[in-house]
């Protein structure tokens, strides 16, 4: 697994799509860089999700609000207060990690332990094992999940009441050591506010402090009355928006899964409060549908429903993607009631309630929220496109498979030979198809290593001009799943390219 996953981070280097940010200058940690074919791929998954968001459903409607908002914004969200992570230093390493991910990590441990039980057990008992009476019946096994539990518990209950000396007390009742150095020698636990703030203007005085969004939802929340009188929406209605947003992550790893800066794709679903129940299952299923019409594995997803509620929801799931390092969150789906907006309300001192005209009375919306991180749709699709193929000769291939309709190049065009009019002929080929399709004309190597670099590089089709092409107008086109080469006429490329490649 974690082979794999070196092997998805170095591809997207060598292949262009994505690079550390201010590489040279050895980067910058948990922020990176879209190169070439990284930021087609990364559009490309943006019009697939505004189209089926946006531009197919006639009450969605798009807006693109600005990455600075007035600071009360994030009072009223809750983004100020509670936006935080519990951080603990080690004295002597002088490193920074997040307490509750080091409880985790320890609990992790103790988990690990009852799997070796578990394949001890299953070797001893052979056919006859089971498994689940065994979790629910060994002592060793029931001590360890006690001890998990109990250690878990806590810590929610201590993070709950802000009560940080007693996370500081289990870690160090737990005797957890640095993972870098061993060293128990930690500092008291603090709150850490996971925004990006900035100044506003340049005078000492009136400089203002702002924040950079942690997430583009409050700029639909605060924009829902002026969208809802000038579209002249009725309730169901969504507002949807992509861009930027930026959380100064502690615990920042695996490449582009979790960064300090990314994108979100967010939709705000208003809709008549007593009706949120049916609307939270509506979205999920189809967002879910979303996910599977791309093609990549029906098993790859799963719903993770949450027990544990953040301040503002009733109900809330996770799509979970399986990653190279297992199943994680990709998408959130979040039955946020009306704490939004009526905090905006409280805040602000304005309404923001919406005339039911069926219903003749004034109300806050509730809203539903479909929240997908750009960042982490495009390593889900990258990671998983990403394969080694044995082939029938004994040799092997890399090939991204991207879904066709998301891959940055759509179409390679080759001359077989650089002379006797094959580049002129395949010049106009690309000079044709551009209008439609992003093409890419290239020239150098065998045709067989062409093909290889354009299967590593993603690019569903191929074609080749050869010296009959000048007689009968016809070339070859090999499609890259399947390696099959057909002839064909040049006047039909483009309706045999569209079929595959249109949203
Ligand atoms: P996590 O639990 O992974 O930190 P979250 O629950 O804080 O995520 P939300 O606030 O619900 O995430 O954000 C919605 C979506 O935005 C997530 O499902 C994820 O796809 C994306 N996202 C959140 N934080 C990051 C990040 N630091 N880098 C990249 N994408 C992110």
Not at 199 to 221: C, H, N, W
Not at 259 to 279: N, Y
Not at 320 to 338: A, Q, Y
Not at 439 to 459: F, I, L, P
Request: glycine share 4%; hydrophobic share 35%; charged share 30%.
């Amino acid at each position: 697994q974690e082979d794999q996953f070196k092997k998805v981070i170095s591809h997207a280097k060598e292949y262009g799509y994505i690079f550390q940010s201010s590489e040279i200058y050895d980067g910058l940690s948990a922020v990176y860089d879209y190169a070439q074919n990284g930021v087609e791929l990364k559009k490309n998954i943006r019009e697939y999700w505004w189209k089926a968001m946006v531009q197919m459903n006639e009450n969605i409607v798009g807006i693109d609000a600005a990455i600075l908002m007035h600071p009360t914004t994030w009072k009223a969200s809750g983004h100020v207060d509670a936006f935080n992570d519990p951080l603990i230093d080690n004295k002597d390493s002088k490193k920074r990690y997040r307490a509750d991910v080091l409880v985790e990590d320890y609990c992790a441990k103790i988990e690990a332990k009852i799997d070796k039980e578990v394949t001890k057990a299953a070797k001893r008992f052979g056919e006859s094992f089971d498994k689940d009476q065994f979790l629910s019946t060994n002592p060793r096994v029931l001590g360890y999940q006690e001890k998990i539990n109990t250690i878990l518990s806590r810590l929610a209950r201590s993070l709950e009441n802000e009560d940080l000396a007693d996370v500081k007390a289990l870690i160090e009742e737990l005797e957890i050591a640095d993972p870098l150095t061993g060293s128990k020698n930690w500092t008291d636990v603090k709150q850490f506010n996971l925004m990006f703030g900035t100044q506003l203007g340049a005078s000492a005085d009136s400089s203002m402090k702002v924040y950079l969004r942690p997430e583009t939802a409050q700029g639909i929340f605060v924009n829902f009355l002026n969208v809802q009188k000038t579209g002249r929406m009725k309730i169901p209605f969504g507002i949807a928006q992509t861009g930027k947003a930026f959380r100064n992550e502690i615990v920042a790893r695996q490449f582009i899964f979790r960064m300090r800066e990314f994108e979100q794709m967010e939709m705000q679903f208003f809709i008549k409060p007593g009706t949120q129940k049916e609307w939270y299952q509506h979205w999920k299923e189809t967002r879910l549908k979303w996910h599977l019409s791309l093609g990549m594995g029906e098993d790859n997803y799963r719903f993770h429903d949450h027990e544990k509620l953040a301040h503002y929801a009733d109900a809330a799931a996770d799509i979970e993607f399986k990653f190279p390092f297992g199943f994680k969150e990709l998408e959130g789906i979040h039955s946020r009631t009306d704490f939004d907006l009526k905090a905006h309300e409280e805040y602000s001192g304005k309404k923001l309630q919406y005339f039911d005209s069926d219903e003749n009375k004034s109300y806050v919306p509730y809203v539903l929220e479909t929240s997908i991180g750009l960042d982490r749709m495009f390593l889900a699709v990258f990671s998983n496109s990403l394969q080694e193929e044995e082939l029938e000769n004994g040799t092997s291939r890399t090939v991204l498979k991207l879904p066709a309709v998301l891959a940055p190049t759509k179409v390679a065009v080759f001359p077989l030979v650089n002379n006797s009019g094959l580049p002129e002929l395949a010049r106009e080929i690309v000079d044709d198809l551009k209008w439609d399709f992003t093409v890419m004309y290239e020239d150098k190597d065998s045709v067989g290593k062409r093909y290889r670099r354009q299967d590593a590089a993603g690019t569903p089709f191929c074609v080749t001009v050869d010296h009959d092409s000048l007689e009968d107008n016809t070339v070859t086109i090999r499609h890259r799943d399947t390696m099959e080469q057909k002839r064909v006429k040049i006047a039909d490329l483009r309706a045999i390219i569209k079929e595959e490649v249109d949203m």
